[in-house]
């Protein structure tokens, strides 16, 4: 129980273009999603939290205009990555909580973004 | 605020021999802790957690108790085989529902036969 799938697992895109990715709870309903950016070797940092239709907390340094988050259901959310430059190629990683399970995170796959 | 500190690595180590990971931490009130793993090109996945002081997690050999008084969560294994190589994070949340984690920088472990 308890898995969170993120799609695409990988992307290439052109300097300029936005990319979307999306994280959905399979099994259960997902009252939190959080959005992780890893560098590599690196810790995760935390870029958002984001609730069931309201607007995602973003962290400080985060720019909310260029990582749009939207949670539109209790199963689905996305990370558009807009105007792509290759600083922002990343392991993006998305995890999610429930209700039944406080105090706990579970994580999807990870999708490798590469900005060429 | 919160914050997470890990010891650095990486750590190599051959087959079957002891593991230990140290990770302390700093935190007002009553956190949760946690290990994750990492796997090559992989998310994270649960390790262990334990909730309140003097809880001992467990999972797959891997042991950790949680140690109010000198506010550490050490991971340990007994004897780690090759597979066990991945990188390894701990991890606080607060006491509230859905709660922000805080991660530490990351121990990767190498094993070797």
């Known amino acids: 129980g308890a898995v969170v799938s993120q799609h695409p697992s990988w992307v290439i895109c052109k300097s300029g273009t936005s990319v979307k990715i999306e994280c959905r709870s399979l099994?259960?309903?997902?009252?939190?999603m959080f959005w992780y950016r890893q560098f590599p070797k690196q810790s995760l940092m935390l870029m958002a939290t984001?609730?069931?239709?309201?607007?995602?907390?973003?962290e400080q340094g985060v720019e909310k205009d260029k990582f749009l988050i939207n949670h539109a259901s209790l199963t689905l959310s996305t990370l558009t990555v807009t105007s792509a430059h290759p600083e922002d190629s990343s392991f993006y990683i998305c995890?999610?909580?429930?209700?039944?399970?406080?105090?706990?995170?579970?994580f999807g796959p990870g999708t490798r973004l590469t900005v060429l | 605020g919160d914050s997470v500190t890990q010891m650095e690595g990486p750590v190599t180590l051959s087959e079957e021999a002891f593991l230990t990971i140290n990770c302390t931490y700093t935190a007002t009130g009553y956190p949760s802790l946690f290990w994750y793993v990492q796997y090559p090109g992989e998310g994270l996945q649960l390790l262990l957690k334990a909730t309140k002081a003097d809880d001992k997690g467990s999972n797959k050999g891997f042991e950790a108790t949680y140690r109010k008084e000198t506010t550490s969560f050490h991971l340990e294994k007994g004897s780690v085989q090759v597979s066990d190589s991945a990188v390894y994070f701990c991890a606080l949340g607060d006491t509230g529902t859905a709660s922000k984690l805080t991660f530490g920088t990351g121990t990767r472990l190498q094993v070797t036969l």
């Open positions: 995890s999610a909580s429930w209700a039944g399970a406080p105090n706990e995170q579970f």
């Open positions: 984001s609730n069931e239709g309201s607007k995602a907390t973003y």
């Open positions: 099994d259960f309903q997902a009252t939190t």
